[in-house]
């Protein structure tokens, strides 16, 4: 078998085994990648809350990163919940230029607990983002870091967090719709993957399985606009595949049983 590429994951646990380094970790090896990791926090967490968080500090995040940097060879790097400022320098500090740096900005869990505060936004806008490659928020991760009104269209929020410096992908749409669109820009240029919407409410760690897969395609050598796709089609079927589970009693995990997803696609 051909070595995997290392695909390095800087992220919280989720107990319910829907989001964070759960859903980065399964979806890596959906994907043919090996999945590394720098806890950044550990969450009681299931289907209808996160109920408590212990965040980790900088230096003991520093060290985690420092140990995979130095023995196995990362392709390319997602950071989700980061949980503190002084994280994101961290992150910044270690990857950023170093290798392809995916920014999924965790401020928000599915549920509506807060999981950033302001100087995290702001260590995100200032520091982190500036020095990225590309960053998958959704729309309101998008508005808390442009400060933008709740009626900015989508373009214009991407446009916006491009100012910044990062290549986007713009993640969302009304499922109600039939068509979900995510907006990409890079280098000024904005272009509209839409893709067929899938219903569900089990959708409970959909972002970290869409940026885990983004950066799986970047270790790969993809360019942006088609690893956005890649990560669209595995994510549309993930939520296909969930889609009639009855599991927990909140809003129910995606799929992450899916196996050889890389081999069939």
């Not at 299931?46 to 196995?72: F, K, M, P, S, Y």
């Not at 760690?205 to 050598?221: D, E, I, K, P, W």
């Not at 994510?235 to 595949?241: G, P």
């Amino acid at each position: 078998m051909t070595t995997p590429p290392v695909v390095l994951t800087v992220a919280g646990t989720d107990s319910g085994g829907a989001a964070g380094l759960a859903a980065d970790f399964a979806t890596f090896a959906a994907l043919g990648a090996h999945g590394a990791c720098a806890v950044t926090a550990v969450t009681a967490q299931d289907t209808t809350g996160v109920h408590r968080t212990i965040l980790l500090g900088a230096d003991d995040v520093r060290a985690q990163i420092e140990a995979v940097l130095g023995d196995l060879p990362v392709a390319a790097a997602k950071a989700g919940m980061l949980g503190s400022a002084p994280v994101a320098h961290v992150v910044a500090e270690l990857l950023a230029g170093v290798v392809p740096l995916v920014i999924d900005p965790v401020l928000v869990s599915t549920s509506g607990a807060v999981l950033g505060d302001d100087a995290l936004v702001a260590a995100y806008r200032d520091v982190l983002l500036p020095r990225a490659d590309v960053v998958t928020p959704n729309r309101y991760e998008a508005l808390a870091l442009t400060g933008l009104p709740r009626e900015t269209q989508p373009e214009q929020l991407a446009l916006a967090l491009h100012a910044l410096g990062p290549a986007v992908v713009l993640t969302g749409g009304d499922p109600r719709a039939g068509t979900c669109r995510d907006v990409v820009v890079r280098d000024g240029v904005t272009t509209v993957l839409e893709h067929r919407a899938v219903v569900t409410a089990n959708d409970h760690g959909t972002g970290c399985t869409y940026s885990a897969a983004l950066a799986v395609h970047l270790a790969r050598g993809l360019d942006l606009e088609t690893a956005a796709r890649q990560a669209q089609v595995f994510v549309a079927h993930a939520l296909a595949t969930s889609a009639t589970w009855q599991l927990g009693h909140g809003r129910g995990p995606v799929a992450h049983v899916i196996t050889h997803f890389h081999k069939e696609n």
